[in-house]
């Protein structure tokens, strides 16, 4: 899932200097889960956003709306027209689709965009992957040396690994040393030999955004699926 964190309410009221009607969009996606973007935060967000624009006399109309996926055009239809301000909850990706959809309104994050990452534990989130487009997993006991590893090794681990810790912070697990544990316990360990050769990026970031096609799926068939629960 995609990781997200609350921008400091001083400075998203800094980017609604000459606003007047301000929608504070909350998504039910990923940064609901984070706890940072979800119809309470947005809930929350608009209410100290009113309190501020009462109290130092701004005149902006505000209120809050959360959509099911702020990422996906079909879930911004009461947005339709719009051409206020937009205080978005969700990710950067979300924003930049409500921005297209919205093209006469102006739109502002109301968060920070991490990394993708998973739950540890009740509000704690740890990234897991860089998305760097040529995933090594099956070589590395499922474990991401890109995202994980201080350094992004592909061959590790570094001479600064110490007890099982990266030698950037002692609370950081060494990749390496996971990854060569999990390969002993699955008694994979020949896996070691293998050279993995320096990292193709192309696949990441090379020649702009990257478009991801799936011939095999038809228009619409995603939200069939997720509406069907498959």
Known sequence: MIIAEKKPLPEVLGMLEGSSEVLVLGCRSCTAICLVGGEREAMETCEALALHSEIKDKGWKVRS?????????????????????????????????????????????????????????????????????DCILHLTAGICPIARCAKSLLN???????????????????????????????????????????????????????????AEASPGDAQRRWREGE
Request: proline fraction near 9%.
């Open 65 to 133: 709306l959360t959509v099911e996926r702020a990422c996906e055009r079909e879930f911004l239809t009461p947005l339709n027209g719009f051409k206020g301000t937009v205080v978005s909850m969700a990710c950067g990706v979300g924003a930049q689709v409500v921005q297209e959809h919205c093209p006469d309104a102006r739109v502002v994050p109301g968060v920070n965009t991490s990394n993708m990452g998973a739950p540890e534990g009740t509000g704690t989130f740890v990234e897991r992957c860089a998305g760097c487009g």
């Open 156 to 214: 590790g681990p570094c001479g600064g690994s110490q007890n099982g810790r990266c030698e950037v912070s002692p609370d950081t697990p060494c990749a390496w040393d996971q990854i060569v544990k999990a390969l002993e316990r699955q008694g994979r360990l020949d896996l070691l030999d293998a050279n993995i050769p320096p990292r193709d990026w192309r696949p990441s970031r090379n020649g702009g955004p990257r478009r991801i096609v799936n």
